[in-house]
């Protein structure tokens, strides 16, 4: 009817077409890259990858894991798709920015013109009402209908989640499991699924699989009498690569021993003196108070320690760094950092208003060195916590530090330990490039005689060799030598620090 009454009014159907906004689907390759997942880094290790080629994802699904040089992470999908390329294989580094993998993705687009467009009647004839086309809805090729139908893949944590055992299923590993296949030759595809929560792969797998190995005579990928190929792992690349631009920095070194006859008289006391927060909730002394010091305003409640900060024994090094913190507010030289913007300019000096002392820690994926901020704010109690809680995230495997442990600006000085494993005196450490501007290496303590004690015969003192190297660029030698000094009437004269507190 329509129709019939547009007919004698051709200036309106001249102007009129029927057709209709359309959504044209169609496919592009969206690039994704690694994006920036904490200050400081620069690059990442792959280690797994979650997706094969060609697996279709939904957004938030796990795409794959990366090591950095302070952390482990997850990274998802940002689409819904269907992955066509892993540009980077497992076990490659790949920079901040660069591409990981193509997933193509189907976009939606607008179209306002369909190709049935009704054509402008002819003014000069007259209209036959059959002319008018009709619109038909047709399904446009390569329209999102076919992509929604392709079944949604199951999160591995969903609890409804069934491991696909076909050959081309992701294999679930952790890093550390992922590690010790490369060192035996265990190739993981031959165990899964494993016998884990969801088919993961546990450590028992494959030392199964090497028992039946040896139990059948079947040849290991490991000969005794061969050459073995190791490649470096990501710390101890990083390694590699911080000891090389260690040489353009010149060294000096300065070695002595400090007397700690004193401390050590002094940590039975200091140790039956623990605050309750940092000891074990089974050594905490249940005993009840006569009078309760709450009894008019309830004391500020102290922080919170995790268990893997708490402990019951103070050690000297605590101490050491507490009275390092104290020297390093005496000479500013040694709370500063070197910066350099352009390196055609001139280098400038940057001085903090704290002691940011970096430790050296040997753990099972290579030498870390989380920073303790602020460590002159500190006591002596809450040092040794900060270093055993440090000390538990460093054995974890993948490596539990975080950018929080181990910031971009790390520390001044670095402290390293090294007579914690060793019985030596003195070493030689290494000062890396933006490790600030002194090491010292920690020997032994020992009881020996010194002569120098006494009426002449001598006294059985506790001795401690410590070995700096500073950056000769910034810290001239009797500077180094005269802060180090600093530091002895501290360590060797304990009581400074109550009436430095007083």
Known sequence: MFTRRLQGKR????????????????????????ADIGEGITECEIIKWNVKPQAVIQAFDPLCEVQSDKASVEITSPFDGVVTELLVQEGQVAKVGSNLCLIEVVKEAAIGISPNVAEPVNTSSNPDTNSLPTIESEQEPGSSK??????????????????????????????????????RGVDLSQLAPGSGKDGRIERRDI?????????????????????????????????????????????????TTLDLTTLHGLLPSLNANIPPHFLPPSVIPTLPLAVSPSSVYPPSPPPEIPPSGQYTRLTYLPFLLKTLAK???????????????DPSSKPTLTIRPHSDI???????????????????????????SQLKYLSHLGRQIPCGLTPKEMP?????????NVGAIGAGDFAAPVLVSGGGVAIVALGRAKWVWDVDRG?????????????WSADHRVIEGAELAAFVECWRGYVENPARLIADSV
């Open 11 to 34: 200036f309106l159907v001249a102007c009129l077409h029927t057709s209709r906004r359309v959504q044209n689907s169609r496919k592009v390759i969206e690039k994704f890259k690694l």
């Open 146 to 183: 076919e992509f929604a139908s392709a079944p949604r893949r199951k999160h591995p944590m969903d609890p409804t989640f069934t491991p696909d055992t076909k050959s081309n299923s992701p294999i679930y590993a952790t890093p550390s499991v992922r590690h010790i296949a490369r060192q």
């Open 207 to 255: 030392d199964d699989y090497l028992a039946g190995a040896a139990t059948t005579g079947a040849p290991l990928a490991l000969q005794d009498d061969q050459d073995v190929v190791v490649e470096l792992g990501r710390t101890r690349h990083s390694m590699w690569k911080a000891m090389e631009k260690s040489l353009h920095i010149p060294h000096f070194g300065y070695s």
């Open 327 to 341: 020297s390093m507010l005496e000479w500013p030289l040694f709370r500063a950092s070197i910066t350099t913007t």
């Open 358 to 384: 970096s430790v050296a820690l040997s753990t099972p994926n290579g030498l870390y060195t989380p920073t303790i901020q602020s460590a002159d704010s500190h006591s002596m109690y809450a040092l040794s």
């Open 408 to 416: 971009k600006r790390g520390g001044t000085l670095t402290v390293s």
């Open 455 to 467: 009426d002449g015969s001598g006294e059985r003192r506790l001795k401690l060799g410590v070995s």
